[in-house]
């Protein structure tokens, strides 16, 4: 009988185990990241810079453009249509043709900073910077890599 329950309880464990490891992939990124306090700080940090800061432009934020946190389509300054940013990290690095080079998701974050905010952006590999990509990354949490892929 104490073999039957050694064992039962085994399989039960094992269960318990593969339970919670499936539950913890699909909750996302913050889950995830819970178990490393410095990567969800870096993700927590990256949002509040992507709802409120206007790296001294006109007053805009990354938010006014890319709603619902990115994770949604937007809208242009002009209205028109932009896709949202939730497989953004998955496609990057990807040929930009009308620059003729390789761009990173760091390049498209600076880009969209200096021209749509008409901002200054952090410097590469900057705290800001890496908060931003964190933050952005995030929303990808589960996607497949795409890269040179189309945002959705």
Known sequence: MGSFIERDHKKVSFIAALLLSSGLCTAGVHQAAATEPHLEKAIRDGEALFVHETFG????????????GGAGPGKSSKGDAIPSLANAATIYPRFNPKANKVE??????GHCIAG?????????????????????????????????????
């Open 57 to 68: 432009g006109a007053g805009n934020t990354c938010q006014t453009c890319h709603v619902e």
């Open 104 to 109: 990173t998701l760091e390049d498209k974050i």
């Open 116 to 152: 749509a905010l008409r901002g200054k952006p952090p410097a590469y590999g900057s705290e800001q910077m890496t908060q931003l990509v964190s933050y952005i990354t995030s929303l990808a949490q589960g996607k497949p890599l795409d890269m040179g892929g189309k945002p959705q």
